[in-house]
C-alpha cells in the first residue's frame, strides 16, 4: 500500500517567515562568517524568499525584484537587524528606502547615496528640452533674441531671418562645439543643459551665471572641477565683465547662436577655440 509522508523538510525551510526564526537563522550565518551567506543552502532560500517578499514593492519603484532582494540582504547582516524586536519589519523599511532612493537617483542621473539626502532627492527629475512639447522661447524670455536687441551686429552679418534660430538647434550645436574641442560628449551634454535649465528658471543671463557659479550641487552632479565649470560658464553665457558687454566674449556661445552666427563660423573662431580647449576637465592649465 502507498505511505504518506510528512514533508517537514518544507516546513523548516520556510521557518524563517517568522521574525524569531529569522532572528536565528541571521544569528546563525553571522557567527560562521560571510562565506556561509554563499554556500548555506537555508541563506539561498531566505534570499530566493527575499525576491518573492518584496518583488511588487521592487515593481512599484520600476526595480527588479533582486534589486530589492539586494537591499534585504544589506540589511540583514546588520546587527540592529538581529536585535530588532521584529527583524522583518526593520528589513521591509530598509527595502522601501532603498527602492526609493534608486528610483530618485535614476531620475535625477545621481548616485543613490546623494539620492537619499533631502537635498538632492528635492529636485525634479532630470529633463531632455528636446522632449519638452514647446520651444524653450515659450517658457522665458531670456531665451529670446530680442531682448539683446542692443548688441551689434558682426560685420559678417547673418540674415535678419537668422536670427529666429531655434533653441534646440543652438543647444545641439553648443554641444557640437565643446565636443570638436576636446570634450567628452556626456559630460558636454549634461552640462549645457543644467546650464540652459537655469537659464529658463533665471530673469536674464547674469542671473544664470551667478547662481550656476555659487551652485556646487550642480557642479558635483556632473563630476566637474570648479576651474572648467567656471570657465565653461563664461564661454556659454559670456563673461559678466561690463567693460565686455557687445562683445563676442560678452554675449557668450549661446547668444551668438541665437542672434545669428553660425556653428561653423564660430569654429573658426580661435580665440573661442582656446578658451574652450583650456576649459576641458582634464587638460586644464592653471587657475580660472
Given at each position: 500500500?502507498?505511505?504518506?509522508?510528512?514533508?517537514?523538510?518544507?516546513?523548516?525551510?520556510?521557518?524563517?517567515?517568522?521574525?524569531?526564526?529569522?532572528r536565528?537563522?541571521?544569528?546563525?550565518?553571522?557567527?560562521?562568517?560571510?562565506?556561509?551567506?554563499?554556500?548555506?543552502p537555508?541563506?539561498?532560500?531566505?534570499?530566493?524568499?527575499?525576491?518573492?517578499?518584496?518583488?511588487?514593492?521592487?515593481?512599484?519603484?520600476?526595480?527588479?525584484?533582486?534589486?530589492?532582494?539586494?537591499?534585504?540582504?544589506?540589511?540583514?547582516?546588520?546587527?540592529?537587524?538581529?536585535?530588532?524586536?521584529?527583524?522583518?519589519?526593520?528589513?521591509?523599511?530598509?527595502?522601501?528606502?532603498?527602492?526609493?532612493?534608486?528610483?530618485?537617483?535614476?531620475?535625477?542621473?545621481?548616485?543613490?547615496?546623494?539620492?537619499?539626502r533631502?537635498?538632492?532627492?528635492?529636485?525634479?527629475?532630470?529633463?531632455?528640452?528636446?522632449?519638452?512639447?514647446?520651444?524653450?522661447?515659450?517658457?522665458h524670455?531670456?531665451?529670446?533674441?530680442?531682448?539683446?536687441?542692443?548688441d551689434?551686429?558682426?560685420?559678417?552679418?547673418?540674415?535678419?531671418?537668422?536670427?529666429?534660430?531655434?533653441?534646440?538647434?543652438?543647444?545641439?550645436?553648443?554641444?557640437?562645439?565643446?565636443?570638436?574641442?576636446?570634450?567628452?560628449?556626456?559630460?558636454a551634454?549634461?552640462?549645457?543643459?543644467?546650464?540652459?535649465?537655469?537659464?529658463?528658471?533665471?530673469?536674464?543671463?547674469?542671473?544664470?551665471?551667478?547662481?550656476?557659479?555659487?551652485?556646487?550641487?550642480?557642479?558635483?552632479?556632473?563630476?566637474?572641477?570648479?576651474?572648467?565649470?567656471?570657465?565653461?560658464?563664461?564661454?556659454?553665457?559670456?563673461?559678466?565683465?561690463?567693460?565686455?558687454?557687445?562683445?563676442?566674449?560678452?554675449?557668450?556661445?549661446?547668444?551668438?547662436?541665437?542672434?545669428?552666427?553660425?556653428?561653423?563660423?564660430?569654429?573658426?573662431?580661435?580665440?573661442?577655440?582656446?578658451?574652450?580647449?583650456?576649459?576641458?576637465?582634464?587638460?586644464?592649465?592653471?587657475?580660472?
Amino acid at each position: 500500500m502507498p505511505q504518506h509522508h510528512n514533508h517537514r523538510p518544507r516546513d523548516r525551510r520556510r521557518g524563517f517567515e517568522s521574525s524569531e526564526r529569522l532572528r536565528e537563522l541571521l544569528t546563525r550565518l553571522n557567527d560562521e562568517g560571510p562565506g556561509a551567506w554563499r554556500s548555506d543552502p537555508e541563506a539561498a532560500a531566505l534570499m530566493q524568499h527575499a525576491a518573492q517578499r518584496y518583488a511588487a514593492l521592487a515593481r512599484k519603484h520600476g526595480l527588479d525584484p533582486w534589486e530589492a532582494a539586494t537591499a534585504a540582504f544589506e540589511a540583514m547582516r546588520t546587527a540592529a537587524v538581529r536585535r530588532a524586536d521584529d527583524p522583518w519589519a526593520v528589513i521591509t523599511r530598509a527595502v522601501q528606502i532603498t527602492c526609493i532612493a534608486e528610483n530618485r537617483a535614476n531620475g535625477l542621473l545621481c548616485s543613490v547615496h546623494q539620492a537619499r539626502r533631502p537635498r538632492y532627492s528635492s529636485f525634479h527629475d532630470a529633463e531632455r528640452f528636446s522632449d519638452r512639447e514647446n520651444p524653450l522661447t515659450d517658457y522665458h524670455p531670456a531665451f529670446r533674441a530680442d531682448p539683446f536687441t542692443h548688441d551689434e551686429d558682426d560685420s559678417g552679418g547673418a540674415s535678419k531671418s537668422s536670427g529666429s534660430t531655434g533653441v534646440e538647434s543652438a543647444v545641439e550645436d553648443t554641444i557640437a562645439l565643446l565636443c570638436w574641442n576636446g570634450w567628452e560628449p556626456e559630460l558636454a551634454r549634461a552640462s549645457i543643459e543644467c546650464i540652459t535649465a537655469r537659464l529658463a528658471e533665471s530673469v536674464s543671463r547674469a542671473g544664470a551665471y551667478e547662481s550656476l557659479r555659487r551652485d556646487r550641487h550642480a557642479r558635483a552632479l556632473l563630476d566637474i572641477p570648479a576651474p572648467s565649470w567656471y570657465r565653461l560658464l563664461r564661454i556659454i553665457l559670456g563673461s559678466p565683465d561690463t567693460h565686455l558687454s557687445g562683445t563676442n566674449a560678452g554675449r557668450g556661445v549661446l547668444l551668438r547662436l541665437l542672434i545669428g552666427d553660425s556653428l561653423r563660423h564660430l569654429i573658426a573662431d580661435s580665440e573661442l577655440e582656446t578658451a574652450i580647449k583650456v576649459a576641458a576637465p582634464g587638460r586644464m592649465r592653471g587657475r580660472p
